[in-house]
DNA sequence: CGTGCACTTGACAGCTGTCAATGCCGGTGG
DNA sequence: CCACCGGCATTGACAGCTGTCAAGTGCACG
């Protein structure tokens, strides 16, 4: 609901002005709420939109043919889904409500238009494209190098970095409202053995999880497992487009 | 050296014409060989450049604290190199030379220059990461959710799709400059396991390898294996900004 | 013809999956 | 207010996939 939360992504690059916004807000079809549970779009799906997630937490999975499933990603509000889509004739993964959430959908001759209209936005469309990319990265290393443990706490520490990224105030506790087999799914391990992992990362001291809510007790110890640093995004790259007209409107973030 | 080949990426999506490719040629810089084995741009370096793969195979591979690496994925002519740490400060991953190859590097600073100048290129740039994060995403499935013998069958079908791509030609034998620990390290399974996996296939009459170069004998079964559909790209998108001046040009593929 | 690298093979351990049963908690209806 | 119920978490026993270690083979290259 928090107005700037919708827009995170796209100021984490670099200041956008009121503008810009205006302009973004241009680009979104109407506001649709869906329930926990909902589908959002489907697997196979022809890909028409792209969802501007605006509140709640959604999920995208996709599915083997013997109906086995792996999730993707999770999703916070500010982030687009159904992108990747884009480059295809159908959708690639399923995309479905956590929580209760709101999103805008954008249809993707918006997406046409500004490129055309405002480089600057589109280059930061793309810029937050290659962050994905960056986390689809951590998340293939993470599977593919780490044990369990580590999966887990790479994944614990990816989502609070992302969380923290639209509220810096998030702390070292933070409500997370997935199932244990939400995460197992996520990592690619059972949810009886992500329940393994828990009980011992609650034994040595380094988090705790209960009631979809997690605390860091050892952040260091957690990042020994991760084994990979923390991303810092660049900030105000020296080749993005400039804002074209209308100076002198005030920055935002 | 297929001058074809280096625009793959672009043409796949939408025809290109004589003027575009002039201007993508602009934004590169002069061609740089590297030999086999050779680092084209280390972890953590500060990311300034991408490279056009003009020729030859590459690997990015990400390092975890420990020493361990986690292969990500490899290139082939006509990809480009370094995209995704373009949104941070420092590059995620190694990118290194699997055969002798030749690069354009394409500096950052062009990047601003054709989101203004050309906003068609731009938004093939754009559906290319959206390709390569669906190239992840399929990756990730198949790390997370498949036994070995399933990722290594899903990984040559990928392979195999995307040299198919600027290679119509390619049939169910094509040479892999891999090593079998090269495979190990981009499926996430050990070198002695991956040995046991291409036994297996060849045993049951679904793949062979041997010399660099893979046979698909039974392209069914290696399917069922992978799980996952192929992905076809989407050809001409209605909402892809016009070409802007210069009419009358003929389309290249 | 020797050397080195990559590929093979075998024995064994350990992480992780499977199956099945039990416990917990919140929601629902009486 | 209480009993029931369904979904999720937890536990134990066991199997199997995959990793580890170590040795041996074969091929390419000098």
Redesign the interface.
């Known amino acids: 609901m928090n107005p700037a939360a919708a827009i995170v992504r796209f100021t984490a690059?670099a200041g956008v002005d009121m503008d810009e916004i205006e302009e973004l807000k241009t680009l979104a079809g109407p506001m649709k709420r869906y329930a926990r549970g909902e589908t959002i779009q489907a697997e196979g799906d022809p890909?028409t939109d792209c969802y501007l997630l605006l509140d709640g937490w959604t999920a995208s999975n996709?599915t083997?043919?013997?109906g086995?499933?792996?999730m993707?990603k999770v999703h916070l509000p500010g982030d687009v889904l159904g992108?990747?889509?884009?480059?295809?004739?159908?959708s690639?993964?399923t995309i479905r409500a956590l929580t209760p959430v709101a999103v805008r959908s954008m249809p993707?001759?918006?997406?046409?238009r500004m490129?055309?209209s405002n480089?600057?936005l589109?280059?930061l469309?793309?810029?937050?494209?290659?962050?994905?990319?960056?986390n689809?990265?951590?998340?293939?290393?993470a599977?593919?190098?780490?044990p369990a443990i580590g999966r887990v706490a790479a994944l614990l520490l990816q989502i609070h970095a992302r969380l923290k990224r639209s509220d810096p105030g998030v702390g070292d506790c933070f409500e997370l409202p997935l199932a244990q087999f939400d995460i197992a799914e996520?990592?690619?391990i059972t949810t009886v053995h992500t329940n393994r992992v828990f009980q011992q990362l609650r034994e040595d001291g380094i988090a705790s999880w209960s009631r979809k809510e997690v605390r860091f007790l050892d952040k260091e110890r957690l990042r020994?497992l991760a084994?990979?640093?923390p991303?810092?995004?660049?900030r105000d790259?020296?080749?993005?487009?400039r804002k074209s007209e209308a100076p002198g409107q005030k920055l935002r973030a």
Chains 1, 2 share one sequence.
């Open positions: 690059f890909a996709i083997f043919a013997d086995t499933r792996q993707l992108m990747p889509s884009l480059a295809l004739t159908h690639v993964d993707v001759r918006s997406f046409g490129f055309e480089p600057r589109a280059a469309l793309f810029l937050i494209a290659q962050e994905e990319r960056v689809l990265i951590d998340r293939i290393a599977i593919g190098g780490l996520l990592v690619g020994e084994g990979l640093p991303r810092l995004l660049r790259p020296s080749w993005l487009p």
